[in-house]
Nanobody
Framework: QVQLVESGGGLVQDGGSLKLSCIASGIGFSVRTMGWYRQAPGKERELVATITRYGATIYADSVKGRFTISRDNAKDTLYLQMSSLKAEDTAVYYC????????WGQGTQVTVSS
């Protein structure tokens, strides 16, 4: 059974930092490409970053230089370190295994106050 459980969201001031975590099960985590997505109120869900099993990463232009995606295969855990947060980063953040496109976690809310 595929499970993705995100955590680490919260309320932070403009310019602050947060680190999100996603514990995955049922997917063979270590061999999968994983990603973080986000959905802001009234907007479509969008890709934030991806990381392959080998650690190669891709970032959306809007977060390049501010966010870092990483993984710990021994813990089946995906991370997103977010720094220099802006109000426009406010969204619900989801992790996703690209091999299982129909499965989403419950998400974790990130709110950046200006």
């Amino acid at each position: 059974q595929v499970q993705l459980v995100e955590s680490g969201g919260g309320l932070v001031q403009d310019g602050g930092s947060l680190k999100l975590s996603c514990i995955a099960s049922g997917i063979g985590f270590s061999v999968r490409t994983m990603g973080w997505y986000r959905q802001a109120p009234g907007k479509e869900r969008e890709l934030v970053a991806t990381i392959t099993r080998y650690g190669a990463t891709i970032y959306a232009d809007s977060v390049k230089g501010r966010f870092t995606i990483s993984r710990d295969n021994a813990k089946d855990t995906l991370y997103l370190q977010m720094s220099s947060l802006k109000a426009e980063d406010t969204a619900v953040y989801y992790c996703k295994c690209l091999s299982f496109p129909d499965y989403w976690g419950q998400g974790t809310q990130v709110t950046v106050s200006s």
